[in-house]
């Protein structure tokens, strides 16, 4: 995701939540963030409604389902102390774990 409002201001990770339905035999992706003005993310079974989706400018969606958190991004998220400082420096802006696709 581009930290601001173009791509020369960098990119992170942005996780999203997954939930297997056993009912419907597929995975669901979910993004947990609160909404607030102009953001609005919403759960629901017909379609994907995430706060927001990927720039065709450099984005990536990897549409991944990980049990285990990316080691790379548990260390920096583990090691920083200070949050700004975090989001705006040190997030990485790829996966360091091998992608898995949703099945």
């Excluded at 939930?19 to 995975?27: E, I, P, Q, R, T």
């Excluded at 991944?64 to 989001?87: C, F, K, R």
């Amino acid at each position: 995701m581009i930290l601001g409002s173009t791509p020369d201001t960098g990119y992170c990770i942005h996780a999203l939540n997954t939930a297997y339905l056993d009912s419907l035999g597929k995975w669901l992706r979910l993004d947990a963030r609160g909404n607030k003005k102009n953001v609005h993310a919403e759960f629901s079974l017909d379609e994907e409604k995430l706060a927001f989706y990927p720039n065709a400018e450099g984005e990536i969606d990897y549409h991944d389902n990980h049990a285990n958190p990316d080691q790379g991004l548990m260390t920096v998220l583990e090691h920083s102390t200070d949050a700004i400082d975090m989001y705006l420096h040190h997030l990485p802006d790829s996966l360091s774990n091998d992608i898995k696709e949703l099945k």
